[in-house]
């Protein structure tokens, strides 16, 4: 399991700023949990008007050192990501469970354990495909039961 540390050393070695002093302090945000075995985890950020925490899940790839937002679409379509601490640290545990039943199958878990790029199927769809090197696979973060296509 990586730490925090080392997720933001990777960042900035890649030349990637999402844990830069300067962007923390402007987004008001706040690392909630260390990154799991697949790299997901929570942060916060003030919203626009600073009134208010939200909380989004990300899932940083140690090997193109960047950041993804990961998120079904109905929470996506509201721009502001979880609400709350506990919708954010379920949607995590959800997705994370999803993740380690998928390792079950050779090519999910080839996939999964060397993430290198992640791109959402069309704008808010919470439909993703994630890549590593060639091999990509499919998720459906709107439905766990019908979760991953390899």
Do not use: W
């Amino acid at each position: 399991m990586m730490t925090i540390a080392e997720m933001k050393r990777i960042n900035k070695e890649k030349g990637y700023y999402y844990f830069s002093p300067d962007t923390i302090r402007f987004m008001g945000a706040k690392i909630i949990t260390a990154p799991n075995r697949f790299g997901i985890f929570v942060d916060s950020y003030d919203n626009f008007d600073r009134t208010k925490k939200l909380y989004k899940v990300c899932i940083f790839s140690e090997i193109s050192g960047r950041v993804y937002d990961i998120e079904p679409a109905a929470i996506a379509e509201t721009y502001e990501h979880f609400p709350t601490k506990a919708d954010a640290l379920r949607f995590r545990e959800k997705l994370t469970a999803a993740f380690a039943e998928a390792c079950k199958c050779y090519r999910e878990k080839e996939v999964l354990t060397a993430i290198d790029d992640i791109q959402e199927e069309g704008l808010n769809s919470g439909i993703f495909t994630i890549r590593s090197g060639e091999k990509a696979i499919e998720i459906n973060t709107n439905d766990f039961n019908r979760f991953i296509c390899g």
